[in-house]
């Protein structure tokens, strides 16, 4: 099983934690990190993340998603920068702001099973290529199909 999240879902734990919706997300991306780095999934990143995550201006929250993304095993560089715009741009004729559908094409193109985020827009977007998943209902799901 291969899984991407997006810039949200890695800044989730950063986040002030004052509501239960913002610890509930936050836990659960916790635990996903720790399928990853238990290898019970596999993560997949891009370039686009990286730039994202290069451009936050807050030093220890970069340093720490991108020392975790050392558990990746699947990247999708700018080799692949053309074939993620031709993607984004169909997905945007859906209403996705560019960063967000440039994200799930990357992990479309990385064939990953599910894109992992707490944007509640993203969410209600539905796929055949993918399933877009908050990481609540998707510790959920992996909890159900191995219990």
Not at 52 to 65: L, S
Not at 87 to 106: R, V
Request: charge should be neutral.
């Amino acid at each position: 099983m291969k899984v991407y999240l997006d810039n949200c879902c890695y800044n989730r734990p950063f986040d002030t934690q004052n509501g239960d919706t913002i610890i509930f997300e936050s836990i659960a991306k916790m635990s996903i990190q720790r399928l990853i780095t238990n290898q019970k999934i596999d993560l997949a990143h891009s370039i686009v993340l990286l730039e994202e995550i290069y451009n936050n201006p807050f030093k220890y929250k970069k340093e720490q998603i991108l020392g975790f993304l050392s558990n990746s095993k699947i990247y999708v560089g700018e080799d692949k920068r053309s074939e993620i715009s031709i993607y984004a741009n169909e997905l945007m004729k859906n209403g996705i702001k560019y960063m967000d559908a440039a994200h799930i094409s990357a992990a479309i193109i990385a064939q990953c099973d599910f894109f992992i985020t707490t944007d509640k827009k993203l969410l209600n977007y539905k796929s055949d290529k993918i399933i877009v998943i908050n990481p609540v209902d998707f510790i959920r799901m992996w909890e159900s199909k191995n219990a």
